[in-house]
């Protein structure tokens, strides 16, 4: 995938779409190490069936990654995202000029 799809891909997962704060939520924390979907409701504060709802998205969009099987499933940063990280900053710069820096500010409260 060339760098301007997967930037186009980011955006919408992230700023374009209904649950892109979620998910914005999830990959700040990922960021910080690996994790399975109950530490992340827990973490995050959000509903268990919410959190595993967003990390198909990202599964299935090459966002993140998953290791182990049925209740042992922990969920990292895949290597492309990784390797990209700088195009969410820039997605979280932008949403933050927006809305004079609230949602910067709101996410990085709970995840910076």
């Not at 509903?47 to 099987?69: C, D, F, P, S, W």
């Not at 049925?70 to 195009?87: F, G, K, Q």
């Not at 933050?96 to 409260?109: D, S, V, Y």
């Amino acid at each position: 995938m060339s760098r301007e799809a997967l930037k186009r891909l980011i955006y919408w997962l992230l700023a374009g779409s209904k649950g892109g704060p979620t998910r914005l939520l999830i990959i700040l924390r990922l960021r910080d190490g690996p994790a399975n979907a109950n530490q992340l409701a827990n973490e995050l504060k959000l509903n268990y069936k919410t959190i595993q709802h967003h990390l198909e998205i990202l599964l299935q969009n090459r966002m993140v990654v998953a290791e182990g099987a049925r209740y042992n499933v922990v969920y990292t940063i895949s290597p492309e995202l990784e390797s990209n990280m700088d195009i969410v900053e820039s997605i979280i710069d932008e949403l933050a000029r927006r809305k004079a820096g609230g949602l910067e500010r709101w996410a990085w409260g709970l995840y910076g």
